[in-house]
């Protein structure tokens, strides 16, 4: 597969989804940013605005299989990742595969889990691969999980902790509606759920290939300096007691990368960076007055980090940008 052929899965993609999810283009963006990215993504925001709706979209979009988990507090590890059970037939142990072993996965309210299976994500989301009773179980690309959170119900929820939160390549928040869009919503939905006819438009084999032409996105050394720079400022910060780490380097990468696929370049500008930061790094910080991250003080800190670190000369990049195409 070339880059063109993954910009125009990209749009295919981006388009059906705009079938079913109105008005949010920008959250669509950075949604197959981060699947084409080879990340994973938090969808948080207050019920009924269209997180589980997105997640669903996205996965008829594509020809694979699809898993969903509502996570409660009773939900034990080996129900994500199955178990061996012995088959008395066979006389032997068989292995019985869990909801894990999926390309799209739909963690759905992940914070209603105990830590303890919230943690048991961490290996399949980071190493592709799931271990039980010793042995390794190797998971088929495209993985992909997306899980969804509310963050002002705090009865019976276990907050991610940062470990977890880490694995994530973006958090994303919905927003309302405008009233244009929420008249537009009432009448697609009036008389039934266009996500019913939606069909796919993607293979996973053509996602995976996908992911392999975003990792070839050019990114100039001088943008590679903008993003050490962006992660080193946060760290530098008063306000940041933790700030992004190497791992959060490299997520605002291979962020940026998708970003440029999906809007159709096949190199990075420094405005792809500015648009996935505060997604890739906002709940990556740890302030010092103890706000959680994701929320209005760290995309602050984030702004301001923006606004303050010094943006590669665009005549030099889009000099070297030709110079790749």
């Given at each position: 597969m070339n880059m063109q052929n993954a910009m125009d899965i990209a749009g295919r993609i981006s388009r059906n989804i705009g079938e079913v999810v109105v008005g949010k283009t920008e959250v669509i963006e950075l949604l197959l940013a981060s699947l084409f990215g080879n990340g994973h993504v938090l969808l948080e925001d207050v019920p009924g605005t269209g997180k589980t709706l997105l997640a669903k979209a996205l996965a008829r979009s594509l020809d694979g299989t699809f898993k969903r988990i509502q996570f409660t507090p009773d939900l034990l590890p080996s129900d994500l990742s199955?178990?061996?059970?012995?088959?008395?037939?066979?006389?032997?142990?068989?292995?019985?595969?869990?909801?894990?072993?999926?390309?799209?996965?739909?963690?759905?309210?992940?914070?209603?889990?105990?830590?303890?299976?919230?943690?048991?994500?961490?290996?399949?989301?980071?190493?592709?691969?799931?271990?039980?009773?010793?042995?390794?179980?190797?998971?088929?690309?495209?993985?992909?999980?997306?899980?969804?959170?509310?963050?002002?119900?705090?009865?019976?929820?276990?907050?991610?902790p940062e470990a977890q939160l880490d694995r994530f390549l973006m958090r994303i928040s919905m927003g309302y509606p405008s009233f244009e869009e929420g008249v537009d919503i009432l009448q697609r939905f009036r008389e039934r759920s266009p996500l019913e006819g939606l069909a796919a438009v993607a293979t996973g084999e053509e996602i995976a290939a996908a992911q392999r032409c975003a990792s070839e996105v050019h990114v100039p050394h001088d943008l590679l300096g903008y993003i050490i720079r962006i992660t080193e400022?946060?760290?530098?910060?008063?306000?940041?007691?933790?700030?992004?780490?190497?791992r959060a380097s490299g997520a605002l990468l291979c962020a940026s990368q998708g970003y440029a696929l999906v809007r159709g370049r096949d190199y990075v500008t420094p405005d792809d960076i500015k648009e996935v930061a505060i997604p890739v790094l906002a709940?990556?910080?740890?302030?010092?007055?103890?706000?959680?991250?994701?929320?209005?003080?760290?995309?602050?800190?984030?702004?301001?980090?923006?606004?303050?670190?010094?943006?590669?000369?665009?005549?030099?990049?889009?000099?070297?940008?030709?110079?790749?195409?």
């Open positions: 199955g178990i061996n059970f012995y088959n008395q037939k066979a006389g032997d142990f068989e292995f019985r595969p869990g909801p894990l072993f999926t390309h799209v996965l739909l963690a759905d309210e992940i914070n209603r889990a105990t830590p303890r299976t919230q943690s048991s994500l961490l290996e399949c989301m980071e190493e592709r691969q799931v271990t039980i009773d010793g042995l390794t179980h190797k998971l088929e690309a495209p993985f992909f999980v997306m899980a969804t959170q509310n963050p002002i119900d705090n009865q019976g929820t276990f907050p991610l400022a946060t760290r530098k910060h008063p306000e940041v007691r933790l700030g992004a780490s190497p709940h990556r910080l740890m302030l010092r007055h103890g706000i959680k991250v994701g929320e209005s003080p760290e995309s602050g800190v984030i702004r301001q980090v923006l606004s303050e670190v010094e943006v590669p000369a665009e005549e030099v990049l889009a000099a070297k940008g030709k110079q790749v195409n």
